[in-house]
């Protein structure tokens, strides 16, 4: 999900708040590596350090700003904003749990929904 959110030639250019979101992002990773240690997401945040950001201000900034940041999309049915949450399960016990996780997006706001179910209706 971050590679294909960050990526400039993924969601980035169509990301309405690609700096706040990215700040959010890299925060949300830099806090799994101070709790795991893991060196696969060491070089996850080094590559997606590397993208642009689309602005100057600075991450940390932004991430600190805001405790939900959510997903802003330009699209075709104008700017779509989601919540974004991930699910992890497994215990500190489990040597294959820890691994699971599901990233979900909600409609952040009621223009967001109606966008959404006119969608649907129509494909």
């Known amino acids: 999900m971050l590679?294909?959110?960050l990526h400039?030639?993924?969601l980035a250019p169509r990301?309405?708040?690609?700096?706040?979101?990215r700040g959010q992002m890299l925060q949300r990773l830099r806090r799994q590596i101070e709790i795991t240690g893991d060196s696969t997401l060491v070089a996850l945040l080094d590559e997606l350090s590397r993208y642009p950001d689309g602005t100057d201000v600075t991450l940390?900034?932004?991430a600190r700003s805001d405790f939900?940041?959510?997903l802003r999309l330009r699209t075709d049915h104008g700017i779509l904003s989601?919540?974004?949450t991930t699910t992890l399960?497994?215990?500190?016990?489990?040597?294959?749990?820890?691994e699971i996780a599901i990233e979900s997006f909600f409609?952040?706001?009621?223009?967001?929904?109606d966008a959404l179910r006119r969608m649907a209706e129509t494909s």
Request: proline letters at 13%; one cysteine or more; glycine letters at 6%.
């Open 82 to 84: 989601f919540l974004y």
């Open 89 to 98: 399960f497994g215990t500190p016990l489990d040597v294959t749990l820890p």
């Open 68 to 70: 939900v940041v959510p």
């Open 8 to 10: 400039p030639a993924g």
């Open 15 to 21: 990301i309405a708040n690609l700096a706040q979101w």
């Open 107 to 113: 409609p952040a706001d009621a223009a967001t929904t």
């Open 3 to 5: 590679c294909t959110t």
């Open 60 to 62: 940390a900034e932004h």
